[in-house]
């Protein structure tokens, strides 16, 4: 049984990550369970020419941040992990800390509790000790930090290629089969 995906999409620059993701997934026929956050909302609307409608229609269930009855707000829905892209420093830190005052941070702290794969695409730059000492305490209670650092060993052509090579990174981590980037040495 494949398991479904829970993305969340936060506002920091990037939510065109997110995007890609939930597209590449809709591709592959998987599940997918969409948390936006009110920031990435706006930042959709900043930096895409999408509309937060047509991005909601790419996932399977969506939630609104606010809704803490939703299924992923409890670690008997199971689910394969999460993926934050992007991750902002404010929804880091309340990974870090627990503080699970909306459904995108709550659905990662279930994530770690149930020790599933837990993505945080974190932007932002350049970083101070605090975002540093975050990062390092969200690593520690198992999240796996993936900063959208853009590759060039697989030639990119386009900025779609950069995109795609990091959420391919993610997938990895997720341990979703993908075709997104040529991969070093194929
Ligand atoms: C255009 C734009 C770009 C932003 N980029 C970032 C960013 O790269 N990283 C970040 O941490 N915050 C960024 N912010 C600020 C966040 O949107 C803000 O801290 C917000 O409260 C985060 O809320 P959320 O984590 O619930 O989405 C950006 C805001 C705007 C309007």
New binding site residues.
């Given amino acids: 049984m494949a398991l479904p995906v829970v993305i969340g999409i936060?506002?920091?620059?990037?939510v065109i990550y997110g995007i890609e993701t939930l597209k590449a997934l809709c591709r592959m026929g998987m599940e997918t369970h969409l948390i936006l956050?009110?920031?990435?909302k706006?930042?959709i609307e900043?930096?895409t020419n999408y509309s937060v409608q047509q991005v909601r229609k790419m996932a399977t269930i969506v939630y609104e941040p606010e809704d803490m009855t939703a299924a992923v707000a409890s670690g008997s829905f199971l689910t394969r992990g999460m993926l934050v892209a992007?991750c902002?420093?404010?929804?880091l830190s309340a990974i870090a800390n627990s503080y699970n005052s909306?459904l995108?941070v709550r659905a990662a702290d279930v994530t770690l509790k149930e020790k599933r794969p837990l993505v945080l695409m974190v932007?932002?730059t350049p970083l101070h000790k605090g975002h540093l000492d975050l990062m390092s305490r969200a690593a520690d209670l198992g999240a796996i930090i993936l900063p959208p650092v853009p590759a060039f060993y697989h030639q990119p052509e386009n900025i779609e290629d950069l995109i795609r090579q990091s959420v391919g990174k993610a997938f990895d981590l997720l341990k979703i089969e993908h075709n997104l980037f040529r991969r070093w040495g194929a």
């Fill in positions: 936060s506002g920091a620059s990037g956050s009110h920031a990435g706006t930042n900043i930096e992007p902002t420093i404010k929804t909306n995108l932007r932002e």
